[in-house]
């Protein structure tokens, strides 16, 4: 894991796409390593008694992953500084998470890139990461 | 110029309650009950798969930009979350006096919008961030695609010593849902996501705050939002079932009202708990009551409003010839014919798809 340098990062360049299998167990895992025990991230029948077809991904965990997303591309020192993230569709178990990402902006040593994470349903998250490398 | 009289009164009752909330500024709620840790931070790189060396790895960690573990930027609100038995930390918002007058109105659905988080640095090992919540802004009534609603938003920022150390804004749609709510899927594209953190802990709550989502002002978590509601609309209020008190709601929706009693001396106890408070045994069974008692005493309810439903409405004591007394609604009667010593019988209501609250009823002589 090497992180990029400012002079490797440019505008328009686009970053690898990471898809994510959403098992039961990465929803359940990520609740609860994000400390979310509300049923709805748990127990599918928590999950469809309110309306919804199967358990899914926190918000915690969504704002994990779109961080993750960032890093994996830039590298580990790459400093993250902000997400700004729309919320849309629900990420059920047994969907998949795709993110697609490219560079936005560059101004006074601040990368921002823009994010979208979707699943069957459509965008699940979309939006920025601001960041800064060393 | 022309709206219905009863919403223009809401709106205004709203914004009025907003600006109070605004005014009342930022409100701490409780420390980190774990300081920032190494295990903690394990299982969440390992559950979201994040393989960054800095966040787990000593070594890695010394010889780069930070000098030493750090915690992922995104885990910020992990460290305020109140955990499984959330009641024990809710300290209260801004927020939730305002997500509890919409409740009270029927916008009982919830879905967050948006999550805007700002790291003004990474935290270390060993540091406890407290939570600080404002309320910053109620936008509506808009229409949507599920339904009408208003935007919520309030602003968290988290403190380490005094020194802030990273931010949020949280964003929720309180919606009411649609009656008929059987959308096509992926119709119209509903901008928003059915969680709860939203307003609990993540939102107002993440924070130590109160209004996660089963506990007080709400629990429609996920009311309506993905269009594949069911159709009847979820009653906003759950039990609290566990351990000690399933057997009792398995029989509300069997049509039995169960007592626990005591399966080594016998004494019935309600409401149930895990010992005999008589003779200090574990060993629980239960029987069934006859569903005959009497009033023993009562209230009627007129205000505040409470979620899924219409005011007045009576809250008795009942006593039963068995020998316990249970606290339940007195139903099918006018509130002004209820009277202590009043016999009634037990009856229940099917509030949604999945419950049936036992209540109790006139018994005729």
Redesign the interface.
Known sequence: MRTLTDDEVRVGAVLPELAIELTPTVVVSTALATMDFTSVHHDVEGARAQGSKDIFLNILTTMGLVERYVTDWAGPEAIIRGINVKLGVPAYAGDRLAFSGAVLACEDGEFTVEVRGTVSLGDHASGTVRFALP | MTAPAEPTGLHERLTALAERQIAAGEVLGAAAADPVNAP?IR??T?????????YTDPE?AAA??HGQIVA????I??WT?P??RRDRRQAGTPVDAVLAMLDGNGYTGV?????????HR?LRLGESPVPATRFTGLAGPKRTALGEGYFVTWNVTWYVAGEAVAEMLFRVLKFRPRER?REP??NG??????????T???GAGGNGSAA???APATD???????G???ARR?YPLRPAVNADTAFFWEGAAQGELRIQKCADCGELRHPPGPVCPSCRSAARTYLTASGEGEVYSYVVHHNPPVPGLGTPFVVAVVELPEGVRIVGNVVDCAPSRVGIGMPVRLTYRQMD??LILPMWAPREA
């Open positions: 903690m299982h969440w390992d559950a979201l798969g994040d393989a960054n060396p800095i890695a780069g930009v992922p930027p995104a885990m609100q992990v979350m955990g499984v879905v967050a919008t948006n999550c805007e988080q700002t790291y990474y709510a899927r992926g594209a509903p901008p928003a996501r059915e969680d709860t953190p939203a609990g802990e993540n996660r989502r089963d429609e978590d996920v009311s309506a939002a993905d594949d509601t069911p979820p798809d999945e």
